[in-house]
Structures are given as structure tokens and as C-alpha cells.
């Protein structure tokens, strides 16, 4: 079982042979596996890897396979296991077509195609529909035995239809709304076998030893496709996102997720409650905005229906139709967008031909209340929720419709929420994070150790993250903004000071808030990552302009309105003078985040890079080249004895401390939680734990700390000692007084002196 994982981003020019090449500075660092990007053949040049075109190959984009056992190699000489990202739900649709073999076989022979079984293709109108036709009147051309349309290339006289580019009436499964990613079925044994054929092979010669899963919310059977991959014992992860208070399902064979609960639970740790009705007030104030989330979430759910997955929805309520044939289509329709809209996490598990579990009925019920609020009476909601659930019978038909339902659940929410609602709403970004909740504004420390006790019980080897690829902004911007919580009154004078300064005309108000937030937290950045950051931005929000209809003239306002307040000597030296003022606040946050997360129960992953600070943005200005140099001679110096001189040098000194800890005593780290409570004046400013003989202590909350005279007479009780505090080298006695605990650093990890 891993210790500790270090996420790689491969791509052409950072691939097998560069990860291998940092095999030394990982194990210095004391991770115990290296978790890389997806490893198959992926389209030529695919700078995420997610977009495979053939299983059978291992990318030849990354080196090929003889470079990818090299590289386990220089790994394994080190110490280090690996772990891949799996991606089964979804293939590649290249350009050109005949990149992807098994596609093109079965665009060429339609259903009669041995591979046809592989793609979710609804095959009524005997073909598959291409959306890849631009301007009007622009056409295909035959060329010999095949048909080009610029970059693209297709079988002559095949089976597939080419439409225009925005056509709603796709009738294949897409990863969310991405045409050019195909639904596999991995429920079918022998898609499975032959789309995992090469990680299954490397698992066997001990290779790889851990599997990330991508998406497993797209598959129609999560629960089968993980017992499938359990015959082939690994360290299997799944990236499933949590809603508020679920869990994942008890029956299902893997370690736990990605992390992205644990992300949500410790940033919550650093963020003050009472800055939330000065922050939600002045949100308000200042974009005009709802002060409730949930009216911004169910807009952007519905917009999600009606402009984004038309497609979907549209097969949904065909097969619906089909089910219960007589009843209007529209209403069929409106009955299905609302449930959507209502359910209130991504999906619920329902397997046709069992009883429902629990956790789906309490779902369903959920969302079948809500949705009856918002729709005319009537008793149709009533017929299809049981078709939801599976319940009144089992045939082809109803079983479709029970697998479908829940498949399009999780891209409702992923794309309405996720990449539209969190864009829309901006009272504070931090908490705008895949899997996080806007809502949800802090986490006291007694919902933290509940988190620890029941994942040590129930899923001590699950993944724990501060940032991943996905992340809307990385670890230590958040951290920054977190110090906002504290700081509402002299946070709103700034920024109403800014705002005055730098007037945005037309930029709408909630983008613009988001700006200076954006600012603030990645400061400094550049004007062209600000420019690339708010064309992601604004394009994600979809209210005045999106990725499928832009508006330029809008867009280059708000580019321009960005370029205007970087291009302000005396503005941009406010922000410098703002950074500064908040730095000290960030760093205590920055660094406590991290040891939590390096030492609360689970698998730490380091995001590459992010044992510096991580100041980067959404994708992709999180795949930006990590300086590895620099970070080789900063640990080199720490191994040496010299002292940190910045937050870059203290949190890889705690990160490595950290993690050395754990590879050394595994024991400690596998087994429970025990939270410990500080004594005295400022004790609510101090979040403390024991594993194993180990004690955790990190500071929360610096400003209010600072606002209240500091630590006085609070002391941490800990029995008999000497203590010695593995960052700074120093020894303590029994119940070590906070102030010279945190003298040097704001964080501590204690052991107990031989």
C-alpha cells in the first residue's frame, strides 16, 4: 500500500523519461509512489492524456513501453512503486477518425463491426452522427476509398451521418458535453478485457501497483466494473465526488477516492465562520447577486439541460416514451429536467434487478420532493420515479432507463455546478472547488476528527489532495483567500477602494469580484495568465459569453478592464502592499493545510509541484513546467541543516518532514485518530491530533490569534516528554506552552525523545 503519492502531468515533452529522471528527488522527498497521467496512446499531442485512441499501445507520445520500463526501473531502484489513471469511460473521437482503430471499424460497418459493442450508440437511425460540419454549404469531399473534411477523414459509403457541429440530435454517449469523447461500455466483459488489457498486464509483472479511475460515475454499473478490476489485486482509487454528508458506497471493492472530500474538510479548517455574513453581505452589495447559492445552482442545472446535454436528455425521454407510451413528450421531458435539477448529489447506485439501497431511495425521495414543488400537478412525477429506482419490474426497456437516468445525473452536476454555478456565484472562491460546497463556509475542528475517526474506521487507505489537475485554483490560493474570513471589513474597504479605481463598465459585477479575488490569491501573476484565467472564466459562467457562443466584443471589455488594472503602477503597488499585509496570515494557513493533510488518515498526494507553494490557477495553468532544479537544491540545503528562508523552504521542509515520518513509522499512520484539545486562553486557535506516536499541531485562525493578544498561557497537555518537535529539532516537556511551540514555525510534529 502506498505511503504517499507525487501526481505527475505527463505530456510530449515531459514524459516517461523525465519522470524517471526525478526517481532520486522523489524518494528524497519521501513518497512512496509516483502517480502519473494517463499512460495508453492518446491523440497525438494530447497534453492530458485523457483522450485515448488505442488501449493497446502504452503512449508512444510519452516514450512507448520500453521507455515506460525504464522509467519503472530508475523508480523501483529508488524505492518507488507507480500508479496510473484509468480512463474507461470514454474513447477518443480524433481527427484524423482512423487514429481510433476500433472506431473507424465501426463507422465503416456500423453495427455488424466487432467492435460495435464497445461504444454506447444508440443504432435506431441505423448510423452514427457526426457533429463535425462547420459553415454552411462547407462539404466533405470523397477521396478514393475515403471521405476528407479538412483535418478530418472517414470511411467512404460508411455507417455515420455528418452533421453540423452543433447538432442536438447526437445519438452517442459523450463525456459530458465533449463530442469528441465516445462512451465506452465497460459493463460488457469483453470491452473490459480488451480496453484494460495493458495496465492489467503491467499490475501482473509488478509494474504498476495502483489504479486511479477516472469518472466511475459515467459507467453504467460503478460497483460491477470495480469488482471486476478487484480479480486483479492493486491500490485502487476512484475519482468520485462527494456531496455533502455521502459516503461512498460500502460495497464498493477500493481503497476510497481521489481526495476530494479531505480537500474540503481541511480547507474549511482555515476559514473563520464569522467572516461569513460580512462576506455574504458584501457579495451582494457588490454584484447585485443572490445571497443563496441554490437559486445560482438550479439556473445553472436547468441551462445545463436545456443548452449543454440536449443530446442526452433527448434519448433519455425518447426511451422514457417508449416506457410509457401515450403520455406527452414535453411533459415526459419536463418530469426528467426537474428530478435532474433536484437530485442533490451527482447520482445515486441503482442496479437493475436489485432492491435499491438505502442511500438511492433517501436520493430519489430527495429530489422526486423537490421536483414536484416545480412541477403542475399531476400524477406522472409518481410513474417515473419508480422507473428511476428500478422498482415495478425488470425488462430491457426499464433497465436502460434506470442506467441512463443516473449516467446523465453526474454531467448534469458536473456541468451545471462545477463549470457553471461555481463561475456564476464568487461570494468567496476558495470554496469554489471540485467536490466543495459553496455553502458549506467552515469546518469546525470537531467535524474534522469525526471526518478522521470515520475514514481510519471505514477507509484508512483512501486518497487524501490539496490540489489536483482539476482543481479550480491550487492549495495555497486558497490559503490566501481563506485569510479574507478574517479580514471582512478591511478585505471590503480594499477592494471597494480598487473597484472605484479601476472601473469594469460593462464586465458584470460577479466576474469582476471574482477578478480581484483571483488577483489577490495568485498575486503576482502575469497579464496573460489573468487574461487566460478570465476567458475560462467567463466562457464557464455561460451568461454573457461561452465557449460555444462567444461574444468577442464583450469578452475583449473584460480582457481589456484586466489589462487596464495590471497596467496601474500605483494599483498594482496596492496589491503588492495587500498581498504583503495578508502574507504572514496566508503562510500559517498554507503550511497548516498541508501537515493536516500529510498527516490526517489516508494517502497523501503531492500535486506536482505543490510541495512549493502552488499558486496556479485552473487548468491550464496548472500544467505550467515545475522547476525541479530548484526544488532539488532546496531540499538539499534542508538536508544540510540550513534553515528555510521563505514559505517555499518551510513547506517543503514540512512536507518532506512529513512524509519521512510516515514511510518510517507506517504503522502510526495506518491506524487511528486521536484528537487532542489545547488548554487556555486561545485554545480555539489550535487544531491537534495523535497518530500512532506521533502528535500533530497546527495553528488556525492566525488573524483572530493575533487580534487577541496572541497565545498567552496556552499549552498543549502532553504526558511526560522530552518532546521533540521534528520541523524545527527542538525539545520540549510535558504540556509545551504554544508560544514557544509555534515560536519558529506555526506547525509541529512531536515525538517522543528515547
Known sequence: MPVATYRLQLCRGFGFAEAGALAGYLAALGVSHVYLSPILQAVPGSVHGYDVVDHDRISADLGGEEAFRAMAAKLRD???????????NHMAIPAPEDLNKALWSVLRDGPDSPYARW????????????????????????DGDVVRYHEHVFPREGRYRLAYWREPDLNYRRFFDISTLIGLRVEDEEVFERTHAVPLR??????????????????????GYLRRLARHPAWVVVEKILGPGEELPA??????????EALGIVGGLFTDPAGEEPLTSLHTRVTGGPADFADVERAAKRHAADRILVPEIRRLTALLARILPGEDTAALRQVLVELLIAMPVYRAYVVPGEQPPTEALEVVALAAAEARAALPPGELLDRVVPLVLGLGGSDPLRDEFTVRFHQIAAPMTAKGVED????????????NEVGGDPVRFAVPPEEFHDHCERTSRDRPQTMTTLSTHDTKRQEDVRARLAVLTELPAEWAATVGRWRSRAPAGVVEADLDYLMWQTIVGAWPLTADRLREYLTKAMREAKTRTSWVDQDPEYERAVLAHADAVLADAELTAELDAFAARIAPYARVNSLGQKLVQLTMPGVPDIYQGCELSGLSLVDPDNRRPVDYGRRRELLADLDAG??????????LLVTSRALRL??????????????????????????????????????????????????????LPLPRGPWRDLLTDRSYGSDPAMSGLFAALPVAVLVEEQ
Open 642 to 651: 540550513t534553515a528555510p528562508a521563505d514559505l517555499d523552504g518551510e513547506k
Open 662 to 715: 510516515r514511510g518510517l513509522h507506517p504503522d502510526w499512520f495506518s491506524g487511528g485518530h486521536e484528537p487532542l484539545a489545547a488548554t487556555g486562553p486561545a485554545a480555539e486557535h489550535v487544531l491537534a491530533y495523535r497518530r500512532g506516536g506521533a502528535t500533530i499541531a497546527v495553528t488556525r485562525l492566525p488573524a483572530g490569534l493575533e487580534r487577541r493578544g496572541g497565545w498567552g498561557n496556552t499549552a
Open 202 to 223: 503491467l499490475l501482473r509483472e509488478g509494474l504498476v501497483d495502483g489504479l486511479r479511475i477516472d469518472h466511475p460515475d459515467g459507467l453504467a454499473d460503478p460497483r
Open 78 to 88: 529508488h524505492g518507488l512503486g507507480i500508479v496510473v489513471d484509468l480512463v474507461p
Open 119 to 142: 461504444f454506447d450508440i444508440d443504432w435506431t437511425p441505423g448510423h452514427v452522427v457526426l457533429p463535425v460540419l462547420g459553415a454552411a454549404g462547407d462539404e466533405a469531399r470523397p
Open 251 to 260: 460495497d464498493w471493492p477500493c481503497a476510497g477516492t481521489t481526495g476530494y
Open 420 to 431: 457553471t454555478a461555481f463561475y456564476r456565484w464568487s461570494r468567496l472562491a476558495a470554496l
